[in-house]
């Protein structure tokens, strides 16, 4: 029903492993990326409604056996089904080469965005990066590649830079796992979805590094990070130490049939026109009016998780409204078959 059950091609890898030819709107809304608090408050934040009671549309989030939170405790019931990268690597990786430790290690450092700066400094990253690793594959964020410096700063000799490209390219997903497969080890100098992403498809990978802040943000959450999952953090961490606990994150226990993702996305017959109702005019609305403060958002409720995440300020939205509208699907889905990173023009 919103525009961010589209991020990173997450619809698109859904439709194809529920036998669909192209994405479709959810009846509902689909967690987009690993967080260090409930997706309720950080992903469901601006749709309060969806999903309580007398409300049919769904919840979808990605594990009930996550560290990070606890859904007995959430105003509304969820479902999950596991992370749709755990459903692509099912589809895509008996295609891939084994595992070479031997490879060229991936970094792949926090980003800032147009809207969540980030208080950090890329020279010295590149430079502690290529001391520790020697030369390696730099994934930045696809804004990123525009800042001539930024790329500059981590394009050391032997390095190759590289993106996995916009959140609104269905082929994100596909593009990433490609690339990460094909890595030694990954390494980031935060705790982020790709760290889990990389332990969950056999690739060793691990917090280490310089970190970053996210404006807005305390040393306490930081240290909440470090404190609540320590087998992730240090230079190397063993997969027999990591793999369990990314299996909990991304929800490899919840994953379900094809007929039950059709059903529980509200792609089995009889198809309601709500869901594209909703991300064509009621979502867009109702998110605009509720990050510019006219309607409340749902807050992060535990008065210690203060800080973790920094909430979105109404001149944020003002400076890139355009950047939050709905957008069409993609016409076509994804094929099968493996694709190559992005790369800089040159």
């Not at 990173?8 to 690993?34: E, F, I, M, N």
């Amino acid at each position: 029903m919103d525009t961010q059950n589209h991020f990173y091609g997450h619809s698109t890898v859904l439709a194809r492993y529920a036998g669909l030819r192209r994405p479709r709107h959810l009846a509902g809304l689909l967690q987009h990326g690993w967080t260090a608090l409930s997706p309720l408050e950080v992903n469901f934040g601006d749709f309060p409604r969806v999903g309580a009671e007398g409300d049919a549309r769904r919840l979808l989030v990605w594990s009930h056996a996550s560290r990070a939170w606890d859904p007995q405790t959430q105003d509304r019931p969820s479902t999950a089904i596991g992370a749709p990268w755990l459903y692509l690597a099912r589809m895509l990786r008996p295609t891939l080469p084994p595992h070479d430790p031997a490879a060229s290690p991936l970094v792949i450092p926090m980003h800032g965005t147009h809207v969540a700066r980030l208080d950090a400094d890329p020279a010295a990253m590149a430079r502690f990066y290529r001391d520790s690793l020697g030369p390696a594959t730099i994934c930045l964020h696809v804004e990123d590649l525009g800042h001539r410096d930024l790329v500059a700063a981590w394009s050391l000799p032997g390095n190759e830079i590289v993106s996995a490209g916009s959140r609104f390219d269905p082929l994100f997903l596909v593009r990433l796992l490609t690339g990460m497969a094909a890595a030694g080890r990954v390494v980031s100098n935060r705790l982020q979805t790709a760290v889990w992403y990389a332990i969950a498809i056999g690739v060793p990978a691990s917090v280490h590094g310089p970190v970053p802040r996210i404006r807005g943000e305390s040393e306490a959450a930081l240290e909440r990070l470090r404190a609540t999952w320590p087998e992730v953090h240090g230079e190397e961490v063993p997969l027999a130490r990591s793999a369990p606990l990314a299996d909990d994150e991304l929800g490899a226990r919840y994953l379900r049939p094809a007929e039950q993702v059709r059903a529980l996305a509200g792609w089995a017959p009889p198809v309601s026109p709500r869901a594209f109702a909703d991300y064509w005019a009621a979502a867009p609305v109702d998110k605009a009016l509720r990050v510019l403060g006219v309607r409340e958002r749902v807050a992060v409720s535990a008065p210690e998780r203060s800080g973790v995440v920094a909430a979105p300020r109404p001149v944020d939205f003002l400076r890139h409204p355009l950047s939050h509208l709905p957008r069409h699907l993609p016409w076509r889905g994804w094929d099968g078959r493996a694709v190559d990173w992005v790369r800089p023009a040159p």
